[in-house]
C-alpha cells in the first residue's frame, strides 16, 4: 500500500490545501490513502470520517508536533497529546503508550528534528525523503539512519495539491486503521516510497 503520511490540511496555517481537495484527488495520483498531520492539532476529524472512503482511499489523522528540538510526527492516540513537550520526553511517552513517533526532516534548514536527540532518545522511525527537503538534507538524514539502524521512512510534507502523494511510504502489509499503521511502522513493515504518478501535473 502507497500511503502519504505527511500531509497538512489548511488546518495548519503553513497549508493552502482543504481536505476536500484531498480526498478528492489523492487516489487519482497513486495513493492508497493518505494520514493527516497538521500542526499541532486534530481539528480536521471534525471535516472526515476516518476510515475507507467510498473510493477506497483510507484516510486517517496524527499529528506533526512542535517541540523545542524541532517537529517530529505522531501516530496512534494523538488526541492525548498534550502540548509543550520536550523532544525526548514526547519520544518517550509516545513509545510508552505504544504509538508510532517519526524524526520529521532532520537536517532540514527550518523546523529539523534534532539529530542528538533522536540518537539519545530513539523514535520509530527517520524521514530520509522529505518533500521539501533538499537531496543533500536527505542525503545527511540517509546516513543518520544506516549509522543508527533506525526504520527509514519518506514524506511528501504536502502543502498544496502539486505536492501530495510525491514521497508516501510503501507499507508491505495491509493498513485499514491508525493502529495497523502504527504497528507498520514500529515493526519495520514499511520503506520509503514513490507516488505512482507522482510528478505529474495535476489539474
Known amino acids: 500500500m502507497l ?31 493518505v494520514c493527516i498531520t497538521d500542526h499541532d492539532s486534530t481539528d480536521v476529524l471534525a471535516q472526515i470520517d476516518e476510515g475507507f472512503q467510498s473510493d477506497g482511499l483510507l484516510v486517517l489523522v496524527g499529528m506533526e508536533y512542535t517541540t523545542p528540538q524541532g517537529d517530529f510526527l505522531v501516530y496512534g492516540d494523538v488526541e492525548s497529546l498534550h502540548p509543550g513537550m520536550a523532544a525526548g520526553a514526547l519520544i518517550d511517552h509516545v513509545n510508552s503508550m505504544g504509538g508510532a513517533i517519526v524524526a520529521a526532516h532532520p537536517y532540514r534548514g527550518w523546523r529539523p528534528s534534532d539529530p542528538s536527540t533522536i540518537i539519545t532518545h530513539p523514535p520509530t522511525a527517520v524521514e530520509v525523503v522529505n518533500g521539501r527537503n533538499t537531496e543533500a538534507e536527505d542525503t ?32 508491505t502489509r495491509s493498513i485499514s486503521c491508525r493502529n495497523d499503521l502504527v504497528e507498520a511502522l514500529r515493526s519495520g513493515h514499511c520503506a520509503p516510497g514513490v507516488g505512482r504518478l507522482a510528478f505529474e501535473s495535476v489539474s
Not at 533506525?150 to 510534507?157: I, L, N, P, Y
Request: with cysteine; hydrophobic share 45%; net charge negative.
Open 140 to 171: 545527511l538524514a540517509e546516513a543518520l539512519a544506516a549509522k543508527h539502524g533506525f526504520v527509514r521512512v519518506s514524506g511528501s510534507d504536502a502543502h498544496s495539491l502539486d505536492e501530495l502523494g510525491r514521497f508516501p511510504i510503501r507499507f
Open 3 to 33: 500511503i502519504d503520511t505527511h500531509v497538512h490540511s489548511d488546518v495548519s496555517d503553513c497549508s493552502s490545501m482543504p481536505v476536500t481537495q484531498i480526498l478528492a484527488n489523492a487516489r487519482a495520483l497513486g495513493l492508497d490513502g
